[in-house]
C-alpha cells in the first residue's frame, strides 16, 4: 500500500484555478423502462455534469447547541488537546491526541496502483476542506457550568487530561439556551438555569443576533450550527401549524406551544442563512422548516448521530440481506448512565431515539423481494435502559436471527461497549466540516447554469441514522453505499470515476 497526502489530477476534463477545481463529468447510470406489453427494459445512459468547488476553505466557526453537554465539552477538548498537542498518562502508558473516528481525517480512499501496490490518500486530500484544528467553537446550553465544570461533569476524558485543559476551557460558558420542558424529560430541570426568556419569536431572534455576533467577535467567513442537545419528543404535524412555510412562520410569531426548541434554532439559522444540522433523533425538520430552508437555499441536515450499535446494524443487516440470508428477528438493547441516558429514561424522548434506531433497516429489507414478500419485515425491537454508574460507556448487545437454507436458523449475537461521546464526537467534527464544504460546491447538467446541491444534504447519510433526504429521493441506510456516494459525489469533483473495485487492469 501507498499513502499519498497530496495529489493533482490531470485531465482535460478538470481544470484547476486559484479559487476553484472545475471538472466536466461523465455520470453514467440507468434507466428503467416497461414497455406497452408489460416487459422490463434497461437503457445505459450518460449524463454530462459539471462540478465546481470553491477552493478556499474558511474560518470556520461551529456553534453547538448543548455546548455544555457531554459531546459538546468532549468535541471542544479534542480540538484544544490536538491543536496543543496535549500528552498525558494513563496505566497504559503516554497517550497522544489524535481524530480516530474521523471520517475526513482518519480515512484513506483507494485512487489507484502503482507498479502493482494500490494507492490509497486521505479522506480529507479528495477535496479541500477545514481542519479540525482550525474550528472556533461556541454554542449555547440551559446550564451555566463554564466548560471546564461541564467536562468534570461529564466523567468522559481521562482526569490527566482534563487537569491540563482546564486552563483553556474554564473561561467559556456556553450561551443562554431556549428550553421547553414539555419537550424533553422532567429529569433535565435540574440542569436549566441558563434561559433563552421570551416568546418563541423573541428566542428565535436572540439566537439569530448570537450568531451574527459570534460571526463578527472571530472574524468568521462561515459558521456552522449542530444540535448534539436532549433527545425532544416528537412534534405534532398539523394543518395550520408547522405543515408550511408560511404557517410555520405564522405559528411562531402566535408563540403557539407545539414549536419545538429545535425547530426554534433551525428556523433561526435558515433566516441566517448558516447550515443547520440536527444530531438527535426528533422531527426537528417539520414539512414547514424544509419548505423554508428549500426556499432559502440553506442547508439542513441530520437526523440522530449513527455512532455504536445502528452503525453495525446498518453493515450487518446489508450484509446477511446482500448474502441472500433472511434476518427475521433483530433485537437492541442498550444501557447507559450519561444525561442522554437519563433523558431518554422519560418514555415520549425515548421514542424519538427509537423510531430512528428501528428504521435503519428498512431499504435493506425491501431491497430483496426474493427474501421478502410485500409487507414483510424482521421482528424488530429497540430497548434504552438508564443505569448512572456506567455513565457514557455505552452497553450495546444484539441478536440477529435469521433463516438460512432449508429450514435452518443462524444465529448472531453481538456485545458492544460504545463510549458514547468519545465515537459522537469525530462524527460531529466530520458533519459540521462536510457541511461547510458542500455549500462550496455547484454542479450544472447538460449546459444548465452553475447551482448550489440541494439544500437538503443528502451526503451527509453515512454520519446519521436517519438520514434526510428531499421528497421522493430513496433513503439508503446501508453504510457501505452511503459512504461510496459521498466518496464518489467528492471523485466527480475532481473528475475522477466511481471507485468499482472492477481492477479490469489485472484481469485481462
Known amino acids: 500500500m501507498v499513502l499519498v497526502k497530496d495529489f493533482k489530477v490531470v485531465s482535460p476534463n478538470v ?103 494500490e494507492v490509497h490518500v486521505p479522506f480529507s486530500s479528495l477535496l479541500p476542506m477545514v481542519h479540525p484544528n482550525d474550528i472556533v467553537v461556541g454554542g449555547w ?50 440542569r436549566a438555569d441558563n434561559l433563552i426568556k421570551g416568546s418563541r419569536a423573541e428566542q428565535v431572534a436572540a439566537v439569530r443576533g448570537h450568531i451574527r455576533d459570534f460571526r463578527a467577535a472571530h472574524s468568521l467567513d462561515s459558521v456552522v450550527v449542530l444540535w448534539t442537545a436532549n433527545t425532544e419528543r416528537y412534534a405534532e404535524v398539523l394543518e395550520g401549524l408547522n405543515d408550511t412555510a408560511a404557517n410555520l412562520l405564522a405559528a411562531v410569531e402566535r408563540d403557539e406551544a407545539e414549536i419545538a426548541p429545535s425547530t426554534l434554532y433551525a428556523l433561526a439559522c435558515v433566516q441566517e442563512g448558516v447550515p443547520f444540522v440536527n444530531g438527535s433523533p426528533q422531527n426537528t425538520f417539520v ?25 453495525m446494524k446498518s453493515v450487518l443487516v446489508d450484509y446477511l440481506v446482500g448474502a441472500g440470508i433472511k434476518p427475521v428477528s433483530i433485537v437492541s438493547y442498550n444501557h447507559l448512565g450519561n444525561n442522554d441516558g437519563m433523558n ?38 429497540v430497548v434504552i435502559k438508564y443505569v448512572p454508574y456506567v455513565a457514557d460507556s455505552k452497553r450495546a448487545l444484539d441478536e440477529y436471527v435469521s433463516e438460512i437454507f432449508m429450514g435452518g436458523r443462524n444465529t448472531i449475537a453481538m456485545h458492544n461497549t460504545c463510549e458514547d461521546s468519545l465515537l459522537a464526537a469525530p462524527i460531529i467534527l466530520d458533519l459540521v466540516i462536510l457541511a461547510e464544504l458542500l455549500t462550496r460546491i455547484r454542479l450544472a447538467r447538460d449546459g444548465e447554469e452553475l447551482a448550489g446541491l440541494h439544500p437538503v444534504a443528502v451526503l451527509l447519510s453515512y454520519l446519521t441514522k436517519a438520514p434526510l433526504v428531499p421528497q421522493g429521493t430513496p433513503v439508503v441506510n446501508a453504510l457501505a453505499k452511503q459512504r461510496a456516494m459521498l466518496e464518489n459525489v467528492f471523485r466527480a469533483c475532481v473528475g475522477l470515476a466511481p471507485e468499482n473495485n472492477m481492477m479490469l487492469e489485472f484481469k485481462a
Open 15 to 117: 481544470e484547476y484555478s486559484e479559487d476553484a477545481i472545475t471538472s466536466n463529468y461523465d455520470y453514467q447510470t440507468t434507466e428503467v423502462k416497461m414497455t406497452a406489453d408489460g416487459a422490463w427494459e434497461l437503457h445505459p445512459k450518460t449524463v454530462a455534469y459539471k462540478f465546481k468547488t470553491d477552493r478556499r476553505v474558511p474560518k470556520l466557526g461551529v456553534m453547538l447547541v448543548g455546548l455544555g453537554g457531554n459531546n459538546g465539552t468532549t468535541v471542544t477538548a479534542g480540538i484544544l488537546a490536538n491543536k496543543h498537542g496535549i500528552t498525558w498518562m494513563t496505566k497504559d502508558g503516554l497517550r497522544k491526541p489524535n481524530y480516530y473516528g474521523s471520517l475526513t481525517h482518519a480515512a484513506t480512499c483507494r485512487v489507484g496502483n502503482y507498479q502493482g501496490e
Open 141 to 190: 446550553d440551559i446550564s451555566s457550568l463554564n466548560l471546564a465544570d461541564a467536562m468534570e461533569r461529564a466523567r468522559v476524558l481521562d482526569f490527566e487530561l482534563q487537569k491540563q485543559l482546564v486552563p483553556y476551557m474554564r473561561g467559556t460558558v456556553p450561551l443562554p439556551g431556549i428550553y421547553d420542558p414539555d419537550f424533553i424529560a422532567a429529569n433535565q430541570v435540574g
Open 287 to 311: 414539512p414547514g422548516l424544509i419548505e423554508l430552508a428549500t426556499e432559502a437555499g440553506s442547508l439542513i441536515g441530520g437526523d440522530d448521530f449513527k455512532s455504536g450499535q445502528t452503525k
Open 344 to 381: 431518554l429514561s422519560a418514555p415520549a424522548t425515548f421514542r424519538s431515539k427509537e423510531i430512528s434506531k428501528s428504521n435503519v433497516v428498512d431499504d435493506m429489507v425491501l431491497s430483496n423481494e426474493l427474501l421478502y414478500a410485500p409487507g414483510e419485515h424482521p421482528d424488530h425491537v
